[in-house]
């Protein structure tokens, strides 16, 4: 890496951790103006027609001001950090695209299940209770936080700082344990 290289990269750093620390606007502001249309262009050579990007972009620094207290300067630049968050919230949006919204889902009363099902579904839970509960702790708190809490694997590795192939590691490993557990 050049001196510039290094220098801007720490200048990014020190503008991030005065929106961190100070909730700088100003700083914001710069990060928002030379990072918001580079993103939007990322984002639209992934294939985001430009309103989605432009929305995209907007949850990104959103969430840039909300979370740069999880930004690590040891783990990663400001500007990989953007755009991961970036690629996650496409994916989100993707995701979110390929739900059936409201109006699509059957509605009106369903028939109740029969007893022998009822019964059936009340022991898989309770064995699946029971399958969660015999994961080793690490395993099971990720799993908590994947399934039931909703957060992607980066999510995840950013709120616990634990490294994404950690994360994705022992998910699979605990997804393992419990469908052998489910037999």
């Known amino acids: 890496m050049t001196t510039t290289e290094t220098s801007t990269r720490m200048a990014w750093v020190a503008q991030l951790e005065a929106v961190r620390d100070q ?16 993103v939007k262009s990322f984002l639209m050579k992934s294939g985001a027609p430009a309103d989605v990007a432009e929305e995209c972009v907007q949850e990104v620094m959103a969430t840039l001001w909300n979370k740069a207290q999880l930004f690590d300067p ?15 919230k496409r994916i989100d949006l993707i995701r979110k695209q390929r739900r059936p919204e409201p109006e699509d889902l059957p509605w009106g009363p369903e028939s109740d299940p029969e007893q022998e099902d009822a ?28 399934y039931f809490g909703e957060l992607s694997h980066s999510e995840i590795a950013a709120e616990t700082g634990l490294p994404l192939g950690t994360i994705k590691s022992r998910i699979r490993l605990a997804l393992e344990r419990l469908r052998h557990n489910m037999k």
């Not at 700083?27 to 030379?34: D, K, L, P, R």
């Not at 040891?74 to 996650?88: E, G």
């Not at 022991?123 to 990720?142: D, M, W």
């Open 23 to 38: 909730r700088d606007q100003r700083a914001f502001g710069e990060i928002f103006q030379y990072f918001a249309p580079r």
């Open 74 to 88: 040891a783990k990663a630049s400001v500007s990989t950090w953007i755009f991961t968050i970036a690629r996650n």
């Open 119 to 146: 019964l059936a579904l009340q022991q898989e839970t309770e064995q699946l209770g029971r399958a969660l509960q015999a994961l080793p702790e690490k395993q099971r708190k990720l799993i908590e936080r994947a």
